[in-house]
């Protein structure tokens, strides 16, 4: 481990306190408001009529459309707590009081959606076309770091704000950060930070692990992360194998791991190859084994409740991390989960709380800013320090957009009482055991800058 | 050699599936002379039949538990499977359990009807049209399928495990005298070995031996004599789509435990099966089975890591590869046969 700096600085703390207190009290605005409507021009799709259009874009076909329907619900469900519309879900928990239910800025809010299909081109495609036809003033969704970093490029060059969905890579707001993008979703790097020490604890110190990575972006930042943090525990890696992204049979993969020597397995996988991976290795009996004198182990980095509803009674006592759980028991959890699960009948994913949060933060910044000006939306959400939105006490830092704050490391439920239940949180990370140096090494260095934010004017 | 060994055995199980897939493949091309790109919906559609069989045993009463809340706060609805209810708990949960084994004959039915509607309801209006038209039109029909699962199952995949007793794996290398934990064999990969084995026979011994089968052998090699002689070749052709069409469903079913099903995995198994038959040689169903089982045990050779340790990348591209080579040094395939789409 080089170059983590793992505690928030004092300044930084001080900082976000002042910042929260302050949103508590009135939330502060940047701009006067007889200076608002020369706000509303000088940049790209300023919004001059009485509504205001921001742009969905999940993947609603291809392996990622159930999370993208997912995020999609939670989009609209947010569209209509900012329009004054249902319970005002986490409205009414949320540390700034910006938000009035009024819309933006007094526009009411609305939307185009756009589908991904989980591609990069297709996805680019699609932004571009909220942007150019509808006039879209920000772009937000995303369920893969592929398509995340390739949509925020474009958001960059053309001067739109960019609020990312899922993406867990590190890549988003490391080496691939851009001004005009900010990103709630966790890391690759926060799951090994958060994973590591509970591992170790239920493992022991002494573990060779073996693991199975997707071929890929996401894939590599989260197999660099969980092995530096383990071999920081003291565990050996013996082998890292990269599997093809369409992979759908893992058992060549899996049936080496025994002959290995390794007692434990990490499949850096999501979505159907962490199901497929899964449930092939546990067909190959892995779970049942004995290596080195201990139990064989499995362990999933990122884990989602739609992806364990996939690989069944497979997820039983695997530990993983988690962005957001519904099971949370503080107000802005429970506020969410009843306006979502009242509306749909079904409690949310993390999908679908990361991406109703962004579009709640984006919608405050305007507010405190007074503008929809990417630039002044930048200036307020740099720093930003909240809380009331489901993950505690939250700072967006300003060196690389990434919010910082609690991890959830989760666990298979032995014995799920419903179809929801299939994950339990066993510790909640503290946000300082997380942190990092914006320059470190496995966020781009110090190479890695955001560049200056862009109006599109 | 323990890790080649262990390769073998597990390219036995994904060859199977290649060669059920290119088998029914070939037996539509050599019938209908049509190129089927719709077969792998056809053994997704049958994977599906194993996921709607294992819902419609689980098909629950709902109760409502008021001593328990949902994440909601509100009485907790428990769902009470009739099977449960009419046969006991045991006896029910023994049923849901086995309803892959049990969707062979479920899916049979179901895959018949499909391929005989798809034959007459479609592709017989391409017969006469070029191949790039039929490779159009059965591409399309795929996409058609594959969105209707999607939108009645979702993305995600679903798990359909098998039954209890054959979840589990067995240790084939202490079986053979090696180190103990060198080859590990899931039960359920053997099943479908043998399941594949016994299918394959079937169709063969079907038409090597039957009546039937007989003028279906003879309508190949002369469709135009053997309708002269008054039998109607093209019905017996439609009962082979269909057949061909079942074939896919069994191989979907039994493939449903292995890998969880989901909408997209006919197109998972549709290109590498089609290069299974080129390489087996157009229209030789015995070539295409020993190309289903060769490329599945290379496929999977060529995923050991010590193997991409030399050459990254190869094991996504050695079918490929092998392909090249074989049909630059045998432009018929291993076993094709002169004349076949050489016109």
Request: charged share 15%; glycine share 12%; aromatic share 10%.
């Amino acid at each position: 481990m080089t170059g983590s700096n793992k505690t928030i600085g004092r300044r930084g703390l001080l900082k976000g306190g002042a910042a929260l207190g302050a949103a508590g009290l009135a939330a502060p605005t940047f701009f006067t408001h007889s200076a608002r409507a020369e706000m509303h021009s000088g940049y790209l799709n300023a919004p001059t009529g009485k509504s205001v259009t921001l742009g969905f874009n999940v993947p609603q076909s291809g392996p990622y459309a159930d999370e993208g329907a997912d995020e999609l619900r939670a989009y609209k469900l947010a569209v209509e707590h900012l329009n004054g519309g249902g319970d005002g879900g986490m409205m009414n928990t949320f540390s700034s009081k910006a938000l009035t239910g009024n819309g933006i800025l007094g526009k009411k809010v609305e939307y185009v959606t756009g589908d991904t299909q989980t591609k990069s081109d297709a996805a680019r495609a699609s932004a571009k076309s909220m942007i150019e036809k509808d006039g879209a003033v920000m772009i937000t969704g995303g369920s893969s770091s592929g398509v995340a970093v390739a949509v925020q490029a474009l958001c960059q060059e053309t001067g739109i704000m960019f609020m990312a969905g899922l993406t867990h890579s590190n890549d988003t707001t490391g080496k691939d950060r851009k001004a005009n993008g900010f990103r709630h979703f966790f890391n690759s790097y926060m799951s090994g930070a958060a994973l590591a020490p509970v591992l170790a604890n239920a493992y022991g110190k002494d573990r060779k692990a073996y693991h199975l990575t997707a071929d890929y972006n996401w894939g590599y930042t989260t197999e660099e992360a969980v092995t530096q943090a383990t071999e920081g525990m003291g565990w050996e890696t013996v082998n890292t194998v990269k599997t093809p992204l369409t992979q759908t049979d893992f058992s060549s993969y899996i049936a080496p791991v025994l002959q290995s020597g390794a007692d434990v397995l990490v499949l850096n996988h999501y979505g159907g190859n962490m199901v497929n991976s899964l449930t092939n290795a546990v067909q190959f009996g892995l779970r049942d084994k004995q290596v080195n004198g201990k139990n064989f182990e499995i362990v999933v980095p990122l884990y989602s409740r739609l992806m364990a509803k996939g690989a069944g009674a497979n997820v039983k006592g695997i530990f993983g991390s988690t962005n957001w759980h519904w099971s949370l028991q503080d107000e802005g959890s429970k506020a969410f989960v009843k306006s979502f699960g009242t509306k749909y009948g079904f409690p949310p994913s993390q999908a679908a709380h990361t991406t109703y949060v962004q579009t709640l933060l984006y919608a405050d910044a305007c507010e405190r800013a007074g503008t929809f000006n990417p630039c002044g939306v930048v200036e307020a959400l740099e720093g930003f320090f909240f809380s009331g939105l489901g993950n505690g006490p939250t700072i967006y830092r300003k060196e690389d957009h990434q919010c910082f704050k609690d991890v959830l490391v989760v666990k298979g439920k032995e014995n799920p009482e419903s179809e929801f239940d299939l994950l339990e949180v066993v510790e909640v990370t503290p946000m300082s055991k997380v942190w990092y140096s914006p320059d470190h090494p496995q966020m781009g260095g110090a190479d890695a800058t955001l560049g200056t934010c862009n109006t599109g004017a | 050699m323990d890790a080649i060994l262990l390769q073998i055995l597990n390219g036995l199980d994904k060859g199977s599936a290649y060669a059920l897939i290119a088998l029914g493949l070939t037996l539509i091309f050599g019938t209908l002379g049509v190129v089927n790109f719709a077969h792998g919906a056809l053994f997704m559609i049958g994977a599906f039949c194993a996921v709607v069989l294992s819902r419609l045993l689980s098909f629950s009463k709902t109760v409502i538990d008021e001593t328990r809340t949902d994440f909601l706060g509100n009485p907790l609805k428990v769902d009470l499977p009739y099977m449960h209810q009419w046969f006991g708990e045991a006896a029910g949960q023994t049923i849901i359990d086995w309803s892959v084994p049990l969707a062979i004959l479920f899916s049979i039915p179901i895959m018949f009807a499909i391929g005989y509607a798809m034959e007459r309801g479609l592709i017989r209006h391409f017969y006469k049209r070029p191949h790039a038209d039929q490779i159009l039109v059965t591409f399309g029909l795929a996409i058609v399928l594959q969105e209707i699962v999607k939108y009645f199952f979702g993305a995600n995949p679903i798990q359909t495990p098998a039954p209890p007793a054959f979840t589990g794996s067995f240790d084939f290398g202490a079986l053979v005298g090696l180190d103990p934990n060198t080859i590990i064999y899931p039960y359920w990969r053997l099943i479908y070995f043998s399941f594949a084995v016994v299918i394959i026979s079937a169709v063969f011994a079907f038409l090597r031996f039957t009546t039937f089968g007989m003028v279906v052998r003879a309508g190949m090699a002369d469709r135009e004599t053997v309708g002269l002689l008054g039998i109607d070749i093209d019905k017996r052709f439609t009962l082979m789509f269909a057949l061909a069409a079942c074939v896919a469903g069994l191989a979907g079913v039994m493939y449903a435990p292995i890998n969880a099903p989901n909408y997209h995995m006919g197109m998972d198994f549709l290109v590498l099966s089609f290069v299974v038959v080129v390489v087996g040689g157009m229209g030789s169903m015995a070539g295409a089975v020993l190309a289903g089982f060769l490329l599945g045990i290379l496929e999977s050779i060529a995923s050991m890591s010590q193997v991409i340790d030399y050459l990254p990348g190869i094991n996504q591209i050695v079918i490929y590869l092998v392909a090249i080579i074989i049909l630059l040094t045998r432009p018929r395939g291993l076993m094709g046969r002169k004349g076949v789409m050489e016109d």
